[in-house]
């Protein structure tokens, strides 16, 4: 029974929690290489968490109710203002919230019939995600598989008139570039079309960069033809996670992300977000971030995050077989390998108490792995670099993942959908992954190696599969 009999105490409930996190990766020290954002000053974390406890109750859906939201919402959404070129913005939970409500205010604002989007390949997938939802069409443009970047005369040829936005990214996430935004916007702006900027990544990064010595070009809402932009404070702002901004240059493209409805006899509704009652702790931890970290120290991040971020680049090119993709303008770099398969590695990695993430193979642009350098790296990065080169070593010595015979094509011509969840487990567990409770972290490279040969719309079947047998 997953309720108990009797209530637990405080410390039966933190024992209870250590033991279910047993098997989760570090969240500190740097050696998680995504997914996790950490300054490396434990102040900072006190003092956020301190925060989203204080408005832990606090529910953001009146904010006539709460004047606090109000307040706290205006000073984050100003800071990121103040950096990003000005705007209007709103505080959401995470990227694909705010990307959403870009997509939303861009569909809303255009009504255009059969809607669509144009974005390069290299686009965060909440693109889709938002399209989907929404009803909108994803029209992908390809990449320069030397630099990763999108040309704004391939966006121009892929804008009609239905097309409602035009997504550039700063940095893209795969290979942490910067595609070519004021060019682009122009392009979209003589057409009629809103320029959205995905700084989710970057937003709260590049500018600390720039000040830090990087070559970083203009991005934000300063350039002539963006119309929008998106930030997440959880990723280089440090905040808790479920803290984001989107900011739009135009206060009307703003209210048609907002929802309101009078259409029955409760409450007045009216939401900023695609959320309804939301805690106001992300909204307290980020704003307690911004104002214990300042000025000074997002400078001082900035300056050991790009030092950190070079000296991973520059070792990376000394250890045989390995090669970075493209010229990263940010912190976050990917790197392939020849003659060493880079799934094995990641496994490897894993094994010396590392995680290192794994890419797949698309749209011509090699299978690799990502680093997301973060502000706690740099006092780790000769250690990473040696176990990297030590699993790269190791990679080499295994060779190849091999895999069976007829299998990727088994798994492709799968009916999954008649399948039910313990069947899929079984098959799971064929190939060496062991989807049961407690059995800790896997070796994924098998796994890689099969969704890598899939095509895309199979990858994503075989993906939901695993989600849903995970939480069966």
Sequence with gaps: MNLPETGMTVDELLAEVARLKEHDLPVRGGQVTAYVYDTGRAEVHEAAARAYFEMLEVNCLDPTAFPSVVE???????AVSD?????HGIFTSGGTESIMLAVKAARDFA??????????????????????????EVRPVPVDLETFKVAAADVAASIDDGTILVVVSAPSYPQGVIDPVAEVAEVAAAAGVPCHV???????????LRAAGADVPPFDLSVPGVTSISCDLHKFGYAPKGASVVLFADPAMRRKAYFASA???GYTVINATV????????????????????RDGYLELGRATWEAAARLRAGLAEIPGLRVLGAPESSLVAFTGAGIDVFVLADEARARGWFLQPQLSYAGIPANLHVTVTGVTLAGVDAMLKVIAESAESARRRGPVVLPDGLVDLVAGLDLE???????????????VDLSPGAGQPEMSVVNSVLDALPAASREAVLIRFLSVMYR
Excluded: I
């Design 111 to 136: 009504d255009r019939a059969r809607p669509n989007l144009v974005l390069p390949v290299t686009a965060h997938p909440a693109f889709h995600k938002a399209a989907h939802y929404l009803g909108v």
């Design 83 to 87: 950096l990003l070129g000005g705007g």
């Design 72 to 78: 706290m919402e205006k000073q984050v959404v100003g």
């Design 198 to 208: 995905d700084a989710c990544v970057g937003g709260w990064l590049l500018p600390w």
């Design 275 to 294: 959320q309804s009652s939301r805690s106001a702790g992300p909204l307290g931890g980020a704003w307690a971030t911004l104002r214990t970290l300042g």
């Design 418 to 432: 008649s399948l039910d969840d313990a069947t899929f487990a079984e098959l799971a567990t064929s190939v060496g």
């Design 263 to 265: 259409a029955w006899p």
